[in-house]
């Protein structure tokens, strides 16, 4: 691409790249520019997710530096680490924001309110696109992550000295008299000042606490938080849940969550449901846990916010199934999109360097095992409820299949709106179209921008382009049939009518 730019010049190469790939994978530059492709889209039958792909083209050496900034001491995991400062590297279809200042995240966070305008102009029943990193300090994310994974890990060292080991996530309880006697032993609180905490309408009331009262406990609607301590199982040490954050920081965390507030607002009130991106696992508790936060509030008539769930991750279906749960236990809609993951390379990468458990499934196959036991809880939450949805946003044609069939087994028609199917613009149209013509929602994932501004995206798209011409030698073999029943029909250069 650089060399072509250099050869052709900036005009000829912005023709160039229409032509091919940017016009293959990219809708247009604008709001303007995409509305025709939506409004074809649309007449067949498929809806649109917007996503404005501009991406800043950084150097690794500025993409290091600007990781760096107010790296402090932390677990493995949620550490600053210099060699995967660029969190670009080793992914490939997933965009990258880099914090600069506030200003810059104002900035990113109207370009997403233009997005979602746009998504609510353009089309009925649309979805907008949005990072968290790309709103806030990214520090603040790695730490807020690391205090809820602390959190979770200290319920079961808890469960494990009540013998309660190996169970799913739900199934494990803990029994409150020994849970406070156990705070007390380790000096985390006396039996007086946990008492309180395990009083109330619902919490505690059966006698035992599950995961989800657990993390009830850390809420920013609560002072509890402040006071607790967790033994470090290394040093044997209490120490604060919560480090101490300085007023900027403070200042920063409210300003991340204002801005997701606006987004969320403006989301219900153009009918668009926002769909909040995945990212790298050192951030998604966080991300998780600051989206819940949305649904619980903007998720009350229907599903307008919805998380996105890696099922590439070994923990993939104990976060769903607990998530569930507390849409149940709160009478809010959940809203899911399930993806097999982007990060693979560098999640592996990153935890054989940094020297934690790698948080990956081990092959394709679990993986994909893994997508449908996901799959499967939520299905049958919506024969149960009919209070969830799910985006099955995947190019595996075997799991479009099994959500198809097990539609059919539990009685979910395509019109009841409640399961949606995704693809890339510009990939698997043999599986969007058909699932269009037959009446199921099905959408686009619509990238859009200036060309110059795509370009970082679009040159990490190409190089997945050898895995991707491999995985797609059916889609090859469809077209060049299609391609010669024209020509020997005489229809080569007319658009045959959709059946």
Request: hydrophobic share 35%.
């Amino acid at each position: 691409m650089s060399f072509s730019r250099k050869l052709l010049g900036q005009w000829l190469f912005e023709k160039l790249m229409k032509l091919t790939f940017y016009g293959q994978f990219v809708a247009g530059e604008d709001q303007e520019a995409i509305k025709p492709l939506i409004r074809r889209y649309s007449a067949c039958g498929v809806g649109s997710v917007l996503d404005y792909s501009v991406e800043e083209d950084l150097t690794t050496e500025e993409c290091e530096r600007k990781e760096a900034e107010g790296r402090n001491q932390r677990e493995k995991r949620y550490s600053v680490h210099r060699k995967f400062g660029d969190r670009r590297d080793g992914v490939i279809s997933a965009r990258t924001y880099f914090y600069a200042d506030e200003a810059k995240c104002d900035r990113h966070m109207d370009t997403f309110l233009r997005c979602i305008e746009a998504s609510g102009g353009s089309s009925e029943d649309g979805f907008s696109a949005i990072k968290l990193t790309a709103l806030g300090r990214p520090q603040f994310l790695l730490q807020f992550s690391e205090v809820l994974v602390k959190w979770r890990r200290f319920f079961h060292q808890l469960a494990a000295e009540q013998g309660k080991v190996g169970l799913a996530a739900l199934e494990t309880k803990l029994e409150v008299e020994k849970l406070q006697e156990a705070l007390a032993k380790l000096g985390v609180a006396t039996k007086a000042e946990s008492q309180h905490w395990f009083t109330g309408e619902k919490l505690g009331v059966s006698g035992t606490v599950d995961l989800l009262d657990w993390n009830s406990l850390i809420d920013s609607r609560t002072e509890i938080s402040k006071l607790l301590l967790t033994p470090n199982i290394k040093t044997g040490q209490l120490e604060p849940l919560l480090s101490h954050f300085t007023e900027e920081e403070e200042r920063q965390m409210k300003r991340m969550l204002q801005r997701m507030d606006v987004l969320a607002k403006k989301a219900v009130e153009t009918g668009v449901r926002l769909m909040v991106d995945a990212e790298q696992t050192y951030f998604q508790p966080a991300i998780s846990r600051l989206t819940l936060e949305m649904q619980r509030k903007f998720n009350q008539e229907r599903a307008s916010v919805f998380n996105t769930y890696q099922c590439y991750l070994k923990d993939a279906y104990d976060t769903v199934t607990v998530d569930v749960e507390l849409s149940r236990r709160e009478a809010w809609h959940f809203g899911a999109k399930l993806v097999r993951g982007a990060y693979m390379e560098q999640e592996r990468s990153r935890a054989a360097e940094v020297g934690y458990e790698d948080p990956i499934n081990p092959t394709y196959q679990a993986t994909s095992e893994m997508y449908h036991r996901c799959l499967d809880y939520i299905l049958e939450e919506i024969r149960h409820s009919r209070k969830a949805n799910v985006m099955v946003a995947s190019h595996n044609k075997d799991t479009v299949k099994f959500t198809l069939r097990r539609m059919a087994d539990l009685g979910i028609h395509p019109s009841e709106n409640k399961i949606y199917f995704g693809q890339l613009l510009g990939m698997c149209d043999q599986i969007t179209f058909p699932l269009g013509q037959a009446g199921y929602p099905v959408y686009k994932y619509v990238p859009y921008g200036p060309v110059n501004e795509v370009l970082p995206y679009l040159s990490r798209r190409a190089q997945e382009n050898q895995g991707f011409m491999a995985r797609a030698k059916e889609e090859q073999d469809l077209l060049w049939m299609e391609l010669k029943r024209r020509l020997f029909a005489g229809t080569l250069l007319s658009t045959p009518a959709l059946s």
